[in-house]
C-alpha cells in the first residue's frame, strides 16, 4: 500500500533513525548516563531568557485571532517589517517587507523554495560533504542533486571542480555554511569564486542560475570575524534562515527566506513562495513564534557552550593524532575514519557505546560526524571511549 517512493526512501533515510533506535536499546542496557550519543543535531543549549519571557508576553498582548489565527501564507506583515529591519541594519542589505517570506524552519523553506524554482529534471549543484536531507528535499519537487566532491582537509568549496560541473541544466546552486556536517565556515573569498563563476555561467547560458545559502547555523560561530552575506555577492540569490540552532527552537517550526530584491522575476517569485507555502501543506509558518522571532532578534544561545565541548573534542584528537576539520562553528565534528570503512568504524563505537554517524550519507565517506551538542560532563566522560576506540586501531 505505501507508495514505491516512500519505500525507497525509508530505506535510504534510515541510518541515523536506526542509530537513535539503537541508542534507546543501549540506554535500556547501560543507562542513559553510560550513553555517549553524538548522533542528532538536537541542540541541548536553553533558549535565551527572552524567548519565554517574550512568549507570555506574546499571549498576554494579543487577542486569539491576532496569534492564533491563519494569515497571510508568508507571514505576519509587522513580523516581516521587523525582520527585513533587522537584516538591513546588520547585514547591509535592503529588504523589504515583502522580500521575507516566514517558513516552517529552513526545511520548510527549502521545499517551498526548491518547488518554485525547479521545472522535473533540473539540476540542484552543491558541495560535499552536505546535510544529507538536500537530497530527499530536492527529490521531493522532482530536481536532481548534483555534488561536487569534497575537498579535504580545509572542506573549503572546491572552485575548478565546480567550474567544471556547473552545466546548462543547472538552476540552483546550494550552499551551507556554517556547515553542517563539517562545521567549516566558507571564507569571504570563496563565495566571491563561487559568485564569479556563476556570474559567467549565468552570462555564457543566457538564464538565471540561482544562489541559495542555507544558514541554520548563522550564528554559532567561534571566529570573531564577519561571515559574508550572499545578498551582497550575487543579485540571484536566496537565504535560507531558521531559528532552529540559534535560539535552540527545532519543535517550533520557525525560520525565514530573505530574497534578494534584484532576483531576476522578483515579484513573481514573492507570489510563487506565498503559494507554495499554502499548496505544500505547511499553510503558514508558526504564527506565536513568527511574533517571538521578531521581537528577540539578535538573541542566540549561548555559544561558548558549544566551543567549551569542541575544544574538549578537540584536544583529544590532537593528543592522538587524529585527522578532522577544526570547526569554525556549529556544533559538528567532522573526523576521519582510521579505517576506510567509515560503517564499519560506527559500528565498533558501538562497543564502547559510542553513537557517531558515518558520513557516506553526507556525500564524504571514510568519515563519520559528532554532533556535539550536548552536556559538557557526558563529553568529558566521553573521551576514554573514544580513546579507547581509536586504540584499537593502533
Ligand atoms: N539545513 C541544515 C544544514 C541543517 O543542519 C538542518 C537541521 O539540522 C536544516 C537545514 C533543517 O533545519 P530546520 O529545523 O530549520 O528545518
Known amino acids: 500500500m505505501v507508495s514505491k517512493y516512500m519505500l525507497d526512501k525509508m530505506k535510504s533515510s534510515s541510518a541515523i533513525r536506526k542509530m537513535f533506535e539503537e541508542g534507546k536499546e543501549m540506554i535500556a542496557k547501560v543507562g542513559e548516563e553510560n550513553v555517549f550519543d553524538f548522533s542528532l543535531g538536537n541542540p541541548n543549549v536553553k533558549p535565551p531568557e527572552a524567548v519565554n519571557k517574550s512568549v507570555k508576553e506574546i499571549l498576554d498582548r494579543y487577542a486569539a485571532g491576532d496569534i492564533h489565527g491563519y494569515m497571510n501564507n508568508s507571514g505576519y506583515l509587522d513580523v516581516r517589517d521587523k525582520l527585513a529591519a533587522y537584516e538591513n541594519r546588520t547585514k547591509g542589505t535592503d529588504l523589504a517587507q515583502q ?3 516566514m517558513t516552517c524552519g529552513a526545511a520548510g523553506g527549502l521545499n517551498v ?7 522535473p ?6 558541495f560535499a560533504p552536505f546535510f544529507s536531507e538536500y537530497r530527499p528535499y530536492i527529490n521531493n519537487h522532482n530536481g536532481v542533486l548534483n555534488v561536487v566532491p569534497a575537498n579535504p582537509p580545509s572542506f573549503q568549496p572546491d572552485l575548478l571542480a ?3 560541473m556547473i552545466s546548462e541544466n543547472t538552476k540552483i546552486v546550494l550552499i551551507n555554511s556554517p556547515n553542517n556536517p563539517t562545521g567549516v565556515v566558507y571564507t569571504e573569498e570563496a563565495i566571491v569564486g563561487i559568485a564569479n563563476i556563476m556570474k559567467e555561467k549565468e552570462a555564457e547560458y543566457g538564464h538565471s542560475i540561482i544562489l541559495v545559502s542555507d544558514e541554520p547555523y548563522r550564528e554559532i560561530v567561534y571566529i570573531d570575524q564577519e561571515l559574508p552575506y550572499i545578498l551582497n555577492y550575487y543579485d540571484n540569490s536566496v537565504v535560507v534562515y531558521s531559528y532552529s540552532k540559534s535560539l535552540s527552537l527545532p519543535g517550533e517550526r520557525i525560520g525565514y527566506i530573505s530574497v534578494s530584491p534584484k532576483i531576476d522575476e522578483h515579484d513573481t517569485l514573492l507570489d510563487a513562495l506565498n503559494v507554495a507555502n499554502r499548496i505544500l501543506g505547511f499553510i503558514n509558518a508558526n504564527s506565536l513564534f513568527q ?5 528577540v532578534s539578535g538573541e542566540t544561545v549561548n555559544v561558548e557552550f558549544y566551543k567549551k565541548n569542541r575544544d574538549l573534542l578537540c584536544g583529544l584528537f590532537d593528543e592522538l593524532g587524529v585527522s578532522y576539520a577544526k570547526p569554525d562553528g556549529t556544533f559538528y565534528l ?12 560506527c559500528n565498533k563505537a558501538k562497543e564502547f557505546n559510542l553513537l557517531i554517524v558515518p558520513a557516506r550519507g553526507f556525500g564524504c565517506p571514510g568519515y563519520v560526524r559528532m554532533a556535539y551538542c550536548t552536556s559538557h560532563d557526558k563529553v568529558e566522560r566521553s573521551l576514554g571511549a573514544i580513546r579507547r576506540l581509536f586504540e584499537c586501531y593502533k
Do not use: H, M, Y
Not at 291 to 295: N, S
Open 99 to 101: 522580500d521575507i517570506i
Open 113 to 119: 523554495l526548491f518547488r518554485c524554482l525547479l521545472n
Open 121 to 126: 529534471g533540473e539540476e540542484v549543484l552543491t
Open 162 to 164: 565546480f567550474k567544471e
Open 291 to 295: 511574533r517571538v522571532a521578531a521581537e
Open 334 to 345: 567532522f573526523v576521519q575514519s582510521p579505517i576506510e570503512d567509515e560503517i564499519a568504524f
